[in-house]
């Protein structure tokens, strides 16, 4: 079956210091990959999206975020986080291979502290 | 916001009310969605609309009937919710199925 796991609620990180929220996935053929943000009370914004070719995906506001095949696994990283970075972020695969849907995982609130 | 809106953003109802929530999508796209965020769940796909034809339907209740006029627009038609329908419904569009969606505010919704 398959499954997205964000298995951090919630992450915390000082300002200034690099973050990660982490992601893995289970599909059954190639995976597409995303990652969404969610200010309060907007709704969500596209990151960044992994089709195929390079591992390593830049994507909006700073955010990069590395495929590894090996570990089915699409963490979200930044070098440097921002108070600002503060929201909720959602991971999503959609298996290339059976269907078109987005698979969603619950969500991971980032806190970045001052 | 002015790719995809959503009105009203935020409404009450009771449970034998009639109402609808409208989505419209400014952006060329030719699919549609209707997703349902609860507090710490994935979001549930609700319906999907590919060139206004309703292509998935993910075992939602009768009670919520969407409509889709054009692939500009998307209603969410709601009549005899219970309070467990309380969420942000949330629109969403994309070129095709397998491009990017694109997503507007929500509508949270408390059903009383």
């Known amino acids: 079956a398959q499954s997205v796991a964000q298995p951090e609620d919630q992450v915390n990180v000082a300002e200034g210091n690099p973050l990660t929220v982490k992601c893995t996935y289970s599909?059954?053929?190639?995976?597409?990959l995303f990652w969404y943000v969610q200010y309060p009370n907007r709704g969500l914004q596209f990151l960044l999206k992994?089709?195929?070719?390079d591992n390593l995906v830049k994507g909006s506001y700073g955010f990069e975020a590395e495929f590894n095949k090996s570990q089915t696994s699409f963490h979200l990283k930044k070098p440097s986080a921002l108070v600002s970075d503060s929201a909720l972020y959602f991971c999503?695969?959609?298996?290339?291979?059976?269907?078109?849907?987005?698979?969603w995982g619950a969500g991971t609130k980032l806190i970045i502290k001052p | 916001e002015t790719g995809v809106t959503q009105t009203p953003r935020h409404l009450v109802m009771g449970m034998t009310n009639k109402k609808s929530l409208k989505c419209e999508q400014h952006?060329?796209?030719?699919?549609m969605y209707w997703y349902k965020q609860s507090a710490k769940k994935p979001l549930e796909l609700m319906f999907v609309?590919?060139?206004?034809?309703?292509?998935e339907n993910n075992s939602v209740p009768s009670r919520f009937s969407p409509e889709c006029p054009n692939s500009s627009h998307l209603f969410l038609h709601l009549h005899t919710l219970q309070p467990e329908d309380s969420a942000l419904y949330l629109c969403?569009?994309?070129?095709?199925?397998?491009?990017?969606?694109?997503f507007g505010p929500g509508t949270r919704l408390l059903v009383l």
């Open positions: 999503a695969v959609r298996d290339m291979d059976s269907n078109y849907q987005l698979i």
């Open positions: 609309y590919n060139f206004k034809e309703q292509t």
């Open positions: 599909v059954s053929g190639n995976p597409y």
């Open positions: 969403a569009s994309s070129q095709d199925f397998t491009e990017t969606q694109y």
């Open positions: 992994y089709i195929t070719g």
């Open positions: 952006l060329g796209h030719n699919a």
